[in-house]
């Protein structure tokens, strides 16, 4: 799979990915990086097939006024360290590395103690 991480995520998050093989790019690297419009962020990665990978509940909105792709991976996590943040995603990624390859994968939400799945119709 394919994932663009948005700004408020660690950069760490693409080395994370990578090592399971992913392909990852954070918009730090991209040109505007932290200043990239969420919505230049959704054209993106549906033009690339990428699945977003964000905090922020904006996400949410445009996946239900837009639909999929792209399939949005939402960490209501909370301000957790970096290190917690991987941790979960590790515990996690069984669960929410199956849901993000299904067909109908609309937003996958990681909360601290479970996932939750919006299904596209």
């Known amino acids: 799979m394919k994932f663009l991480i948005d700004a408020q995520l660690p950069p760490r998050l ?3 990915l990578v090592a399971r093989g992913h392909e990852a790019r954070h918009v730090v690297d991209l040109p505007d990086g932290l200043r ?9 990665a549906a033009e690339e097939g990428a699945v977003v990978v964000s905090k922020d509940k904006d996400f949410l909105d ?4 837009r639909g999929a792709p792209p399939v ?3 960490l209501g996590v909370g301000n957790a360290s970096t290190q917690t943040l991987l941790r979960l995603l590790d515990e996690a ?5 199956a849901e993000l390859g299904r067909d109908d994968a609309g937003v996958v939400m990681l909360e601290r103690d479970r ?3 919006l299904r596209r119709a």
Not at 62 to 65: D, G, K, Q
């Open 62 to 65: 445009l996946a239900a006024v």
């Open 115 to 117: 996932v939750a799945v």
């Open 14 to 16: 693409v080395g994370w």
């Open 93 to 97: 990624w069984p669960v929410l590395g």
């Open 36 to 44: 990239l419009p969420d919505a230049e962020i959704w054209r993106l």
């Open 72 to 74: 949005v991976l939402l």
